[in-house]
């Protein structure tokens, strides 16, 4: 049995130490918002923040896991609402919305560490988180927003 902190709240875990964090969080604590895309750390839909950084839970094994995890759901329960989730509305930035968890994961983990990142920053934070619908550009000028940059 594993300790695990996520989104504030201690649990303690069932899975064998191998298990992927991604597992532990859908199957064990029921938290939904990190999204199996690939399995491989390719596609950026699975992310969550390990302490501060953005990290693919499908890679980290629960064994891996010393820090506190925050996943989409604890953004977006913040009052008055996160600005990147407030932004992403606003610019309508989800089609399926499936790749949505991952960026708006990696977009807050950016701006926590450069709160006005620029257009060049925000473009290659994001890229490796792929979005199939084509919204990226609507992604974009959320997060340029977010970052209080031009689109408004």
């Not at 964090?21 to 390719?42: D, H, I, S, T, W």
């Not at 949505?100 to 994961?105: A, L, P």
């Amino acid at each position: 049995m594993k300790r695990i902190i996520v989104n504030g709240a201690p649990h303690d875990t069932t899975s064998s130490p191998e298990t992927p964090l991604l597992y532990v969080l859908r199957n064990e604590l029921k938290l939904n918002g990190p999204k199996f895309g690939c399995g491989l750390a390719q596609c950026g839909a699975c992310t969550v923040h390990l302490g501060d950084d953005a990290i693919r839970s499908c890679v980290i094994p629960i064994s891996a896991v010393s820090q506190p995890v925050t996943t989409v759901e604890a953004l977006a329960a913040q009052r008055p609402q996160n600005r990147v989730i407030a932004a992403f509305i606003k610019h309508q930035a989800a089609q399926c919305g499936y790749c949505i968890n991952g960026m708006v994961m990696a977009s807050a983990a950016l701006l926590k560490q450069r709160p006005h990142a620029t257009r060049d920053e925000i473009v290659a934070a994001l890229d490796g988180n792929l979005c199939r619908c084509g919204t990226h550009l609507r992604i974009l000028d959320a997060v340029e927003e977010a970052a209080g940059g031009k689109p408004a």
